[in-house]
């Protein structure tokens, strides 16, 4: 007997990770330059790793609520009135282990057998299996770079996605960078009410839009009632390591989710939930000098591809540029650039649909390497 006998349909549906692959590839190279985490290269705040230790030297080491510390989701409803959302600490919002948890948790409360997902491609890799490992059943819904990579109701309609039963949003885009003004997230909004879907919103990239402010669909008419938020600390505040993210949505909906969540992981990491407190109350100048500077990179790269000649949309929010690969290969670019010049590239196509021709080109590290590996970039493609 081995447990490869026994894998479990779902598990043995789902391929390893596309982004692995190549970063076990990078692994085997010297002096390779790795554009391909979606990780920032700053450390957390300060203020909010001084008030983890402190939390750890005052001894809070035990579980909180399941739902997470009452004045971490009392600041939470505080912070995300800027994005026009309003959710009470009290029954409408749940503190999870990173924004993943959350979404897991989603899956898992409101995708039965069979269910289908639609899911806007290229879009962050985990969705897909986690929809797979729910019961469900991914509906890609292929999005294009002629259209900025936004969702468009003729691109759900064309997919099929009127029968689906749950839609994933993600803007601003992992992997793409593109973002969604409200006036396009009202159209899909109307599509959803017409075909009466459930909304799952990945906003973990809130903080990280460069040219106008943030929208969300669960602010658009009819919409909150129907719409799970997620966000978290990982990205705005550099704080990957602490995992710590959260989910709001009407009561009934958080009750269930708290379901499953009191029985898979209890709570939150509590130093974490005390760094992230900390966070919001008192480090926004710290979120707001890492956004000018992936700001400043963001451009400095668009530009560089620009002058290799390499199309590539303007994308306007997280810290990613999705470029078309010169000839149209995404996956034989990416390795003939780590194997010539050791520089390390996702290809599009892990990302699904819509991926295909395109690089994911990370901007969360320092300018000194971006100029060399833009420069390798530059040489791999002139030959």
Not at 247 to 259: Q, R, V
Not at 301 to 319: H, Q, S, T, W, Y
Request: proline share 5%; with cysteine; glycine share 8%.
């Amino acid at each position: 007997m081995t447990f490869g006998d026994h894998l479990s349909d779902r598990v043995e549906q789902v391929p390893p990770s596309g982004i692995r692959r190549f970063f076990e590839l990078a692994e085997e190279v010297d002096d390779v330059i790795s554009l391909g985490v979606g990780e920032p290269d700053f450390s957390a705040p300060w203020a909010a790793r001084t008030a983890a230790i402190d939390s750890l030297e005052r001894g809070k080491t035990s579980y909180t609520s399941n739902r997470g510390m009452r004045e971490l989701r009392e600041a939470i409803s505080e912070r995300v009135t800027r994005y026009g959302q309003e959710y009470d600490p009290e029954n409408e919002i749940i503190v999870t282990t990173g924004a993943s948890e959350a979404v897991d948790l989603a899956f898992r409360a409101f995708v039965d057998a069979g269910d289908v997902v639609a899911i806007p491609q290229p879009s962050y890799i985990s969705y897909t299996p986690g929809a797979i490992f729910a019961g469900g059943e991914p509906l890609p819904v292929p999005t294009h770079a002629e259209d900025e990579f936004k969702l468009t109701p003729e691109a759900l309609e064309a997919a099929g996605a009127d029968e689906a039963d749950v839609l994933v949003l993600c803007y601003p885009n992992n992997p793409t960078g593109a973002v969604m003004t409200d006036e396009e997230l009202a159209d899909v909004a109307d599509f959803v009410r017409e075909h009466d879907l459930l909304v799952l919103s990945d906003e973990i990239y809130a903080d990280l839009r460069y040219e106008d402010d943030h929208a969300s669909i669960a602010t658009h008419p009819g919409m909150r009632e129907r719409t799970i938020v997620f966000n978290g600390f990982s990205k705005a505040y550099a704080m990957t390591g602490l995992r710590l993210g959260y989910a709001m949505g009407p009561p009934e909906a958080i009750d269930a989710m708290n379901k499953v969540h009191q029985y898979a992981m209890l709570s939150a990491p509590t130093t974490a939930q005390y760094a992230a407190l900390e966070a919001l109350r008192s480090c926004d100048d710290a979120v707001e000098e890492m956004r000018t500077e992936y700001d400043r990179r963001r451009r400095f790269v668009l530009a560089r591809f620009d002058e290799m000649g390499l199309d590539c949309f303007e994308a306007k929010g997280a810290f990613y540029v999705f470029p078309e690969a010169p000839d149209g290969d995404d996956e034989a670019f990416a390795e003939g650039l780590l194997e010539e010049q050791n520089v390390a590239l996702v290809p599009g196509s892990v990302f699904g649909a819509g991926g295909e021709g395109h690089l994911r080109v990370s901007y969360a590290t320092s300018m000194r390497e971006l100029r060399e590996a833009m420069n390798r970039i530059e040489a791999y493609v002139s030959e």
